[in-house]
T-cell receptor
Framework: GAVVSQHPSWVICKSGTSVKIECRSL??????MFWYRQFPKQSLMLMAT?????????EQGVEKDKFLINHASLTLSTLTVTSAHPEDSSFYIC?????????????????FGPGTRLTVL | SQQGEEDPQALSIQEGENATMNCSYK?????LQWYRQNSGRGLVHLIL?????REKHSGRLRVTLDTSKKSSSLLITASRAADTASYFC?????????FGAGTRLAVHP
């Protein structure tokens, strides 16, 4: 199956610093990548959708200046948490999707990265 | 608003028993997908069922889809302790995916 990697797996940083998280699709080209965050024992919350070469679409309530997303290529998207604060501590998960058509119909299975745990002190 | 809503929210069973989880959604779908997540880790894709399919099997997993009721069920047969995880459903289509709260399954040896 398709593989999506995230780097780093975990990061601890001081309040006020910026943190960049990378999401890579290793063996396929992702037309769309998604960024989620998840608080303990809660569901994933979609933060933004990014398409290669265009600006990301942010969900309501997500600050685009706080969470910068760059989808530079069909295999790489980055999420930068700027001026991180303790309330930004969370589990960040990306997913990559490649819309595919076949004789059986179309599918757009999302493949998820392993997640990045961010702790802001 | 949430697209996929699973029930029950939590399920505790013994090894060897079957586990059934249900999912309801609100709008038309292209396909419905089930994922599992081990505690604090990423999601693993389990199975995808298209809107024109009614049932699908994969190993010990059986998924049904009822588009008239906008619901799906995931059955795990002969459960194992390693099946302990959270299970999420969500609809697939040409747009974003919205997760429900998931069902937390605990399988006890």
């Amino acid at each position: 199956g398709a593989v999506v990697s995230q780097h780093p797996s975990w990061v601890i940083c001081k309040s006020g610093t910026s943190v960049k998280i990378e999401c890579r699709s290793l063996d396929f080209q992702a037309t769309t990548m998604f960024w989620y965050r998840q608080f303990p024992k809660q569901s994933l919350m979609l933060m933004a959708t990014s398409n290669e070469g265009s600006k990301a679409t942010y969900e309501q309530g997500v600050e685009k200046d706080k969470f910068l997303i760059n989808h530079a290529s069909l295999t790489l998207s980055t999420l930068t948490v700027t001026s991180a604060h303790p309330e930004d501590s969370s589990f960040y998960i990306c997913s990559a999707s490649s819309f595919m058509k076949s004789a059986r119909g179309s599918t757009d299975t999302q493949y998820f990265g392993p997640g990045t745990r961010l702790t802001v002190l | 608003s949430q697209q996929g809503e699973e029930d029950p929210q939590a399920l505790s069973i013994q090894e060897g028993e079957n586990a059934t989880m249900n999912c309801s959604y609100k709008t038309s779908i292209n396909n419905l997908q089930w994922y599992r997540q081990n505690s604090g880790r990423g999601l693993v894709h389990l199975i995808l069922i298209r809107s024109n399919e009614r049932e699908k099997h994969s190993g010990r997993l059986r998924v049904t889809l009822d588009t008239s009721k906008k619901s799906s069920s995931l059955l795990i047969t002969a459960s194992r302790a390693a099946d302990t995880a959270s299970y999420f459903c969500f609809s697939g289509g040409y747009n974003k995916l919205i997760f429900g709260a998931g069902t937390r399954l605990a399988v006890h040896p």
